[in-house]
């Protein structure tokens, strides 16, 4: 059974990674074939109007250039192969390296690759002579690279999201699920591929306008990277977290340690301090409080806990930390002065599988799952989780973890 199910993870792994790299890979190929077009537009424009005025070659390119604001170089050489530029670019132009280039330009544009890579056209003129209009490649190969860097975080991110959905199905298969444990996690499953879907569809909507070449400003094509790799960063974050509580809902034991609770929370609070000096911070721990249980997950729990007062809180609103022992248990409160949850949010007992904060989500840049990241890391170290209004108005984190 366990291995079936692990070759069905492996295949489905496999098959989305041959998916999105084929559908990224024909679409980058796209977007380098539609600037390529663009820059033997711009050539062949020049071109048409050296064909027109073939007595005036070299005024009409000039001309044409200026009149259309191309950015091409123009450089005429000899029979002798001496060439002499007389239109300059933002082209580092190296120059024509032989005659043949030059020859074997005259049918259409060639690249050439170098140091400052461009791409050129020759047009023989009155006297032998040859007109060269050449134009850089290297926004082309700069927006070639940007995609190919895209495309594997794209993968990445359905890699992930194969993973994810692989271990899920791995554990309904394996173990049986009750109804209202397998409604919660259907629910939940619907909100990731929601949250998931979202920057897809961005993603997917700037690479066909890019492909179709419907963005040829620069500072249009700027900020369409820039969405882009913004959206992609958002996905892998995502990715992170689910994976992270397919580990934390994964029934195999974590190896625990004893930790001194109070040291990591003090470590955590020293650092929100020193980047939060607007807010007023008040922190209360009791000297020693050794709990049983994973320090990286507990480290993570503690994190989660000061992010989401960052990205959710003006950043002068106060916040309060206290840890104390309490009979058996420990009792750590972290609690915020910001505009604090709906009334329906706040709780006694939350679910690890609990539904995303969309609003948080987008709004923030996070991946709306820091609280159901808590919750499992709660859960895991037969803790308790809850969510209250603090007396400082805003959400309080209440977390009882037993010694």
Known sequence: MKKSSSKFAIISIFVTTLLSSVIGGFATMEARNSDLKRIDQSINTVSQRVSTYPAEAISAAILSVEEESLDLTLSLVTQEGIETVINESHLIYPGINSIADVKTA???PISVESNNPFRFKAIEIAGGDYLIIAATLDELNTNFNSNLKNLGGFTLAADGLAIFFSIFLLRRHNRGLDAKALERMQRFLGDASHELRTPLTVIKGYNEMLSK???????????AFSRVSSEIERMERLIHDLLLLAELGESRPTTFEEIDLTELVQAHANDFALFNQNRKIEITLEESCPVQGSREHLNRL??????NIVRHTPPDAPVSISLKSKGKKVHLVIEDGGPGLPESAYRSEIEAMNRFDPSRSRESGGSGLGMSIIAAIV????????LRKGELGGLAVVVDLPK
């Open 106 to 108: 005259l049918a259409g």
């Open 213 to 223: 070449g419907q963005m040829s400003d620069l500072v249009d094509r700027a900020r």
């Open 302 to 307: 503690i994190q989660n806990c000061f992010s």
């Open 379 to 386: 859960q895991e170290h037969n803790g308790k989780l809850e």
